[in-house]
């Protein structure tokens, strides 16, 4: 998803991408991203657990686990619909999958 699709729905990142043009595509924590979607760790966690929710990125041999706020926000834009981690899509920052 586009800078300008995101801020057609939020507007308020407007002034956030105009200091930091790369905002979308840093990775936090699962904790940023319960306050980012308003969804409680514990059920961003669940969702992992069971193949859904946002696209998330979990490092191969490491417990860490990363979102990019640009596809939280997509997936909030989704209506927060399941996405099967099981099919072996990973998202990069731009929102582009690569299988």
């Known amino acids: ?19 930091q043009q790369d905002w979308l595509d840093q990775a936090v924590t699962t904790e940023e991203a319960a306050q980012i979607t308003g969804v409680p760790i514990s059920t961003l966690v ?12 979990r490092p191969n041999g490491l417990r860490l686990v990363r ?5 939280l926000y ?9 996405h099967n981690t099981a099919s072996h899509q990973i998202c990069s920052p731009g929102g582009q999958e690569n299988v």
Do not use: Q
């Open 46 to 57: 669940t969702l992992r657990s069971k193949g859904g929710g946002p696209v998330y990125l």
């Open 74 to 82: 997509a997936w909030l834009l989704s209506g927060g619909v399941k």
């Open 1 to 19: 998803m586009t800078n300008d699709e995101l801020l057609t729905h939020y507007p308020a990142l407007a002034g956030i991408l105009s200091k």
């Open 67 to 71: 979102y990019f706020r640009r596809n």
